[in-house]
């Protein structure tokens, strides 16, 4: 057996990949400080309590296991703390994270699965947005994840180390089983607050902005779901165990549903009122991010399965009212 080591994997999309990954016959270890993510969410493989910025636990870490390759989920996520204090992201998303390549390097591991983010993108020239779409980050969290996607060409060209890069647009959803979801404190993604609107837990949604150039003047974005996400993980996977040259992909659904859009979809699946308030715009964000995953379908031979908005928010609120 295979085996897979998954930095972050008792987070959100991490613990969702480790599942997958089992499923699939991989032996996983699960390296994660528990900052984001909990123990619990963690379903099986070898848990390792430990953090990629500390050089020794690595050491030890690819000295006591064989991996073939490395899944990279630890980092921090929020765009608004980003710019407050971009030392925290640079330290963790960047620091952290080469720690983790030269441990590789040291080990003689060359697969790589990076997870990148629509944010290295900035402000969208166009969508929906392709591969080629200029890369200007308009914050630092887009730019510590574009600096790992930069790191990891030079990584290849003189070590050859193999990576896939994959840019999420909004994971979504969550475990079809139930066993799993999303659990972010603070949460500040738009379908668990809006699910957590419905179940009561808070009075209202708050909409970012209702003055953008779109149809019903609300922030379009392209929400994919978890299980779509993760299986991307393992068919990348798959293409650099056989060969694959490193690639960076965008990856999302395809489809812009505008924040409107998604409470009235959220309403449907519930049968829950979800009271709305109207307030100023979220700095930061672009009127709309749609994702052209052309390149990811052809390339990986993936599809998406759980294409469908009420299908997403339907497997998000089974984990909400767990
Ligand atoms: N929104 C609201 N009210 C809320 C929360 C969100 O109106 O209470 C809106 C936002 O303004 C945005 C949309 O809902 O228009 C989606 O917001 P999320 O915070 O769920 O997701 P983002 O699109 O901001 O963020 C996602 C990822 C980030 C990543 C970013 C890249 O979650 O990690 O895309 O641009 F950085």
Redo the contacts with the bound molecule.
């Keep these: 057996m295979k085996t897979i080591l998954v930095v972050g994997g008792a987070g959100y999309i991490g613990s969702h990949a480790v599942k997958m990954l089992l499923k699939n016959n991989y032996n996983v270890v699960i390296l994660d400080n528990l900052s984001g993510g909990y123990k619990d969410a963690v379903l099986g493989g070898d848990f390792i309590f430990g953090d990629t910025a500390d050089p020794n636990c690595l050491k030890k870490l690819f000295d006591d296991n064989n991996f073939v390759g490395v899944m990279h989920f630890a980092s921090f996520?929020q765009?608004g703390e980003s710019v407050q204090n971009p030392g925290k992201y640079y330290q963790n998303n960047v620091a952290a994270t080469l720690n983790l390549l030269d441990a590789m390097v040291a080990h003689k591991v060359k697969y790589f699965i990076f997870s990148s983010?629509?944010?290295i993108f900035g402000e969208p020239q166009y969508v929906p947005i392709d591969e080629q779409h200029s890369k200007q980050p308009i914050n630092p969290?887009g730019l510590s994840k574009l600096m790992i996607e930069q790191i990891l060409a030079d990584y290849d060209h003189a070590y050859g180390l193999k990576s896939i890069c994959l840019r999420y647009?909004?994971a979504a959803g969550a475990d079809p089983d139930g066993q799993l979801g999303e659990r972010h404190d603070p949460e500040?993604?738009?379908i668990p607050?809006v699910l957590q609107a419905a179940s009561g837990q808070r009075e209202f949604?708050?909409?970012?902005g209702q003055d953008y150039d779109t149809p019903d003047g609300t922030?379009i974005?392209d929400y994919i779901h978890i299980n779509d996400l993760c299986q991307a993980h393992l068919k990348a996977l798959e293409l650099l165990l056989a060969g694959a040259d490193s690639y960076a992909y965008n990856l999302g659904n395809g489809e812009g549903f505008s924040?409107k859009q998604v409470i009235e979809v959220a309403r449907k699946v519930t049968g829950k009122p979800i009271p709305v308030k109207i307030v100023d715009r979220?700095d930061g964000?672009p009127a709309r991010?749609v994702a052209d995953s052309k390149q990811a379908q052809a390339a990986l031979n993936w599809q998406p399965k759980y294409a469908d908005l009420a299908t997403i928010i339907a497997h998000a609120w089974q984990w909400e009212t767990r």
């Design positions: 996520i765009v983010t629509a944010a969290y647009f909004n500040t993604h738009l607050l949604i708050s909409i970012y922030c974005r924040v979220r964000d991010l």
